[in-house]
Antibody, heavy 122, light 106 residues
């Protein structure tokens, strides 16, 4: 069974950093692209960024709202992906989901983790 | 950036109804569109990908159509478990979600 588990969320002050982790199991982690998607309180889903995975070129892209502050990395040998979040703002408060792309490389989200809550507040 | 506009924002319907949700893209996205169902406290669930391909395990009452800039999600006969929020997502260029359609019980 495919599973994704996010961790690392919590309360952080504005301007500080936080690193989220996404641990995968039940599939060959390195064969898939991965995305981070967030949902702010009372709002809709927002794409944060993706890494396409080595079979699909390994490119990483970010939404304009986080570009230059957030960075996605992955350690395929450990089946873990990371979202490094720097210079956090109150508007980054959200549930952050890790999601796995389709097996054909299409960057829509076939599997999701349960999410981890990040709260940015003084 | 590609913008995705869903309509309606809220939809009230009854069990057994046929409902349609529309998603419009600000530019041509070919068939690179997905639909998700999202319930409070749970992870979103992929329903449709590549505009009209039904994800494995999703009931056949869900269907998608469209290409280019106009897309629809249709639920042929609403069931009690279908009341949720639905999102479209383009993945032609990076990724963008629509603002969501909340499907409520009439």
């Amino acid at each position: 069974e495919v599973q994704l588990v996010e961790s690392g969320g919590g309360l952080v002050q504005p301007g500080r950093s936080l690193r989220l982790s996404c641990t995968g199991s039940g599939f060959t982690f390195g064969d898939y692209g991965l995305s981070w998607v967030r949902q702010a309180p009372g709002k809709g889903l927002e794409w944060v960024g993706f890494n396409r995975g080595k079979p699909y070129g390994g490119a990483t892209q970010y939404a304009a709202s986080v570009k230059g502050r957030f960075a996605i990395s992955r350690d395929d040998s450990k089946s873990i992906a990371y979202l490094q979040m720097n210079s956090l703002k109150p508007e980054d408060t959200a549930i952050y989901y890790c999601s796995r792309h389709l097996s054909d490389g299409g960057s829509c989200y076939q599997n999701w983790g349960q999410g981890t809550l990040v709260t940015v507040s003084a | 950036d590609i913008q995705m506009t869903q309509s309606p924002s809220t939809l009230s319907a009854s069990v057994g109804d046929r409902v349609t949700i529309t998603c419009r893209a600000s530019q041509n996205i070919n068939i690179w569109l997905a639909w998700y169902q999202h319930k409070p406290g749970k992870a979103p669930n992929l329903l449709i990908y590549r505009a009209s391909s039904l994800e494995s395990g999703v009931p056949s009452r869900f269907s998608g159509s469209g290409s280019g800039t106009e897309f629809t999600l249709t639920i042929s006969s609403l069931q009690p478990d279908d009341f949720a929020t639905y999102y479209c997502q383009q993945y032609n260029t990076y990724s963008t979600f629509g603002q969501g359609t909340k499907l409520e019980i009439k």
